[in-house]
């Protein structure tokens, strides 16, 4: 038994010397088996020279090239819905109002009517606030000429709870409801002051698309309150909004008179805030 192991152990010595003969090596430098380490470190290496190609991920540039491709009137659509996306994420600092709106299939026009505001802040130094509503369609072209106005109900006096119950009627296309034209309104509570110009109180929007049809105006007043939180706006950076950035740089008249609008009521925001 012992002369058959040694005969063995002979034998493997003789394959490790002709090993060694061939290639170079010590056979004494070659475990019997590869340790975990090593099989990793291979591995890295194998890695290192067939690296894996990892996905580009779309350039920043490309956005901003397709955003500037697109028409002033698709920009202020695309504001207003970052703007009523974020308005329902907001608490209503500034109170709230309520509406009521329906689209007039046979007038062809949308009918807004405006409720009532609540818990509005107290502006006046009496504690009180005379307020009012003033409401504007966007974006212009969708609306006739007359319709782009901004109509307005009456001012209530020292009342932080008014009552408007008052009906407006925006002409306009059948596509104004279509969700891909993101056509809005813009509702703006204000402060009425003789002496020293009027006061934002807050704003807010409603977005088009989803209102009901209807073939008689009395319809209206069937449907659900819509309670609009009132908030005050402030200048999106180029980070919050690519598409109000891109409005300052068109140079179309229906994109500097929507900028101008916009820039005058951050002020009056900015001064209600000092």
Same mark, same amino acid.
């Given at each position: ?23 170079? +090596?010590?056979?004494?430098?070659i475990p019997s088996s590869i340790p975990e380490a090593t099989k990793l470190e291979k591995l890295s290496i194998e890695k ?7 996905? +580009? ?77 003033? *409401? ?26 008014? +009552? ?12 104004a409801l279509y969700p891909e034209n993101g056509c809005a309104i813009l509702f703006s509570c204000y402060d009425a002051d ?37 908030? *005050? ?13 891109? *409005?300052?740089? +068109? ?24």
């Amino acid at each position: 038994m012992a002369s058959s192991k040694g005969s063995r152990m002979r034998r493997m010595a003789s394959l490790a010397d002709e090993h060694e003969h061939e290639t170079g +090596t010590s056979h004494a430098a070659i475990p019997s088996s590869i340790p975990e380490a090593t099989k990793l470190e291979k591995l890295s290496i194998e890695k290192a020279d067939h690296p894996v190609v990892q996905p +580009t991920k779309p350039k920043k540039d490309i956005r901003k090239l397709k955003l500037s491709e697109m028409e002033t009137r698709d920009l202020i659509s695309r504001y207003w819905m970052e703007v009523a996306d974020e308005q329902e994420k907001k608490h209503p600092e500034r109170g709230t109002m309520a509406i009521q709106v329906g689209y007039n299939v046979l007038k062809g026009h949308v009918c807004v009517k405006v409720l009532e505001g609540r818990h509005l802040p107290a502006l006046d130094p009496t504690g009180s606030s005379d307020p009012y509503i003033a *409401l504007q369609p966007f974006p212009f072209d969708i609306f006739e000429d007359s319709a782009s106005e901004v109509q307005r109900t009456k001012t209530k006096s020292k009342a932080l709870a008014p +009552t408007f119950l008052e009906m407006f009627h925006i002409r306009c296309r059948p596509s104004a409801l279509y969700p891909e034209n993101g056509c809005a309104i813009l509702f703006s509570c204000y402060d009425a002051d003789t002496f020293t110009g009027d006061d934002i109180i807050g704003e807010a929007v409603y977005l088009l698309p989803g209102t009901n049809s209807v073939q008689y105006e009395s319809e209206v007043g069937s449907f659900d309150h819509i309670t609009l939180p009132l908030s *005050l706006p402030s200048e999106p950076t180029n980070r919050d909004s690519a598409y109000f950035e891109l *409005l300052k740089r +068109t140079s179309d008249s229906n994109a500097s008179d929507f900028i101008q609008s916009r820039k005058k009521a951050f002020k009056m925001a900015d001064s209600e805030r000092d």
